[in-house]
Each structure stands twice: as C-alpha cells, then as structure tokens.
C-alpha cells in the first residue's frame, strides 16, 4: 500500500490549510488511519487519529478545536482542515495507515507556519 500525501505549504499564524493523503494499492484492510508531525530536533508525535469507520476520532491537546480530522472511504482519502494555525504547528506532517499487523507511511509533506 502507498500513501501520498498533499496539501502542505507556507502559512501566515491565523491562516488555514488542509492536507490530503490518498491510499493507493492493497487497501481493503485498512482499519485507523492518522497524521503525525515531526518537528527539527524533535520526536515524531500523533496530530489526530480515525477509525475504520469515520465516526471515532482522537486529537492531541495541541490541536483540539483547531484541526479536524475526516476519511472519505469511497476515495481511500483522509484528510486534516488546519485552521488558527500558530507558528509551533511547523513540522513535516506523514499520513499513517494501519492494518493487521502492518503500518504504512507516507513521505511527508512540509507544513511551515510564519509569525
């Protein structure tokens, strides 16, 4: 399975942006999909995660009532509507896609917030 993520890009603080990550390949046994950031010099964290379904999601604090996490199954897409963005939301943010036994990555894309 490939994961292509889309959507990244320069933002004022304040701004919005939404990425986009569409799931290519052996897709039927997908269950939670997610973003995760990395920041420089700083670990991988979770941004938010969704189930199987669409109808549980989980957000870290950093983010809660500023990012919103939604899958459209029938496109094998997710995506995360970034909005209020601050200055510390700068970071490459990866698509992940679990299924039974697997995790699967995208490579990345470039999310930088100026002040």
């Known amino acids: 399975m490939q994961l292509v993520e889309s959507g990244g890009g320069l933002v004022q603080a304040g701004g919005s942006l939404r990425l986009s990550c569409a799931a290519s390949g052996s897709t039927f046994r997908i269950n939670t999909m997610g973003w995760y950031r990395q920041a420089p010099g700083k670990q991988r964290e979770l941004v938010a995660v969704i189930g199987g379904d669409g109808g549980t999601t989980s957000y870290a604090d950093s983010v809660k009532g500023r990012f919103t996490i939604s899958r459209d199954n029938a496109k094998k897409t997710i995506y995360l509507q970034m909005s209020s963005l601050k200055p510390e939301d700068t970071a490459v943010y990866y698509c992940?896609?679990?299924?039974?036994?697997?995790?699967?990555w995208g490579q990345g894309t470039q999310v930088t917030v100026s002040s």
């Open positions: 992940n896609a679990n299924t039974i036994g697997f995790s699967y």
